[in-house]
C-alpha cells in the first residue's frame, strides 16, 4: 500500500520555469484511491530552486496510509521544460524516494496552451 503511494509522491503539474532563477519552498499533499477508497497520503516539504525552465527540491516527505504507521522519508524530484513552438511545451521530471529499497518515478509529456 505504501509503496503505491511513493509514485503519487512525485506527481506535480510542470509548468515554464520563471524567467527569474531563485530558491522557493513548497507543501504539497498527495492523495491515494482505488476505486473509491482512500489508500493514504504523502505530504512534501521541500525547498527548491527554480530557474528558467528547470527546478529542483529535496526535503522530508510524511507518508501516511490510511489505517497505517506513517513514516517521515527524504524525498526529492528534478524537472524541466522546454517551449517547442508557440503554445507547444515539452516537460520532464524524475522523482526519487530515499528508503531501504529507493523508488524513482519519471514523467514526461507535452503541454498545449490556447
Known amino acids: 500500500m505504501i509503496k503505491a ?3 503519487s509522491t512525485t506527481i506535480t ?7 527569474i532563477a531563485g530558491p522557493y519552498a513548497v507543501v504539497e499533499n498527495n492523495g491515494g484511491y ?5 489508500q493514504g497520503s504523502v505530504t512534501d516539504f521541500h525547498i527548491g530552486w ?9 526535503g522530508p516527505s ?8 506513517s513514516e517521515i522519508l527524504l524525498t526529492g524530484k528534478a524537472g524541466g521544460s522546454v517551449p517547442i513552438t508557440d503554445g507547444l511545451v515539452g516537460y520532464a521530471e524524475l522523482g ?3 528508503d531501504k529499497t529507493n523508488s524513482y518515478s519519471t514523467k ?6 490556447f
Open 5 to 7: 503511494l511513493i509514485g
Open 13 to 19: 503539474l510542470i509548468t515554464a520555469g520563471s524567467a
Open 34 to 38: 482505488v476505486g473509491s477508497k482512500f
Open 50 to 58: 527554480e530557474g528558467s525552465g528547470y527546478y529542483a527540491e529535496v
Open 62 to 69: 510524511l507518508f501516511a496510509p490510511d489505517g497505517g504507521e
Open 96 to 98: 526519487v524516494t530515499i
Open 108 to 113: 514526461a509529456g507535452v503541454k498545449y496552451s
